[in-house]
Antibody, heavy 121, light 108 residues
Framework: EVQLVESGGGLVQPGRSLRLSCAAS????????MHWVRQAPGKGLEWVSGISWNSGSIGYADSVKGRFTISRDNAKNSLYLQMNSLRAEDTALYYC??????????????WGQGTLVTVSS | SYVLTQPPSVSVAPGQTARITCGGN??????VHWYQQKPGQAPVLVVY???DRPSGIPERFSGSNSGNTATLTISRVEAGDEADYYCQVWDSSSDLHVFGGGTKLTVL
């Protein structure tokens, strides 16, 4: 059974940093690309970032480019999102999602339950 | 950047057919994927590559894609289908994943 468990969310002040983690199990992690997708309270889904199976291809939404960094550790079956210079508009539930293949340009076949990030003073 | 347009809401009576559209410039040339999200839950993939269904998704869920519109069709709608539905594509020109704004399906 595929499981994706996010952690690291919380309340943070504007301008500060936060690192999210996603622990994956139930599939061969290093065969698949992974993504972060967020959902602001009462709003729709927004793709944040994706990383290919070997970290060779990485992409970011324009809204986070230059502030967020995605990474993965295949030895630990883990995905990360380093979030710097946080803004109020980054407040959202952050989902970890598995891609259907290794290239990061397909679709999201499994999702975690999300970790909530609140940016407020 | 590429934009996907969905109606904010669709209402349908139980047993009828719901059609949720997703509009985009020449979307027929892209692969469209659909997700269902019930309140307080993570999204679930219900249709991928325009019209394929993951295992465990009822045959009542189907999809089509042509021209500037993709459509998710839910036949014989049940109360349990009430949810938000999102379309998604990969835009190769910008190397970005794009979601539609979402459609709230209400079962009357």
């Amino acid at each position: 059974e595929v499981q994706l468990v996010e952690s690291g969310g919380g309340l943070v002040q504007p301008g500060r940093s936060l690192r999210l983690s996603c622990a994956a199990s139930g599939f061969t992690f290093d065969d698949y690309a992974m993504h972060w997708v967020r959902q602001a309270p009462g709003k729709g889904l927004e793709w944040v970032s994706g990383i290919s199976w070997n970290s060779g291809s990485i992409g970011y939404a324009d809204s986070v480019k230059g502030r967020f960094t995605i990474s993965r550790d295949n030895a630990k079956n883990s995905l990360y999102l380093q979030m710097n210079s946080l803004r109020a508009e980054d407040t959202a539930l952050y989902y970890c999602a598995k891609d259907s293949d290794g290239s990061a340009n397909r679709y999201f076949d499994y999702w975690g339950q999300g970790t909530l990030v609140t940016v407020s003073s | 950047s590429y934009v996907l347009t969905q109606p904010p809401s669709v209402s349908v009576a139980p047993g009828q057919t719901a059609r949720i559209t997703c509009g985009g410039n020449n979307i027929g040339s892209k692969s469209v994927h659909w997700y269902q999200q019930k309140p307080g839950q993570a999204p679930v993939l219900v249709v991928y590559d325009d019209s394929d269904r993951p295992s465990g998704i009822p045959e009542r869920f189907s999809g089509s894609n042509s021209g500037n519109t993709a459509t998710l069709t839910i036949s014989r709608v049940e109360a349990g289908d009430e949810a938000d539905y999102y379309c998604q594509v990969w835009d190769s020109s910008s190397d970005l994943h794009v979601f539609g704004g979402g459609t709230k399906l209400t079962v009357l």
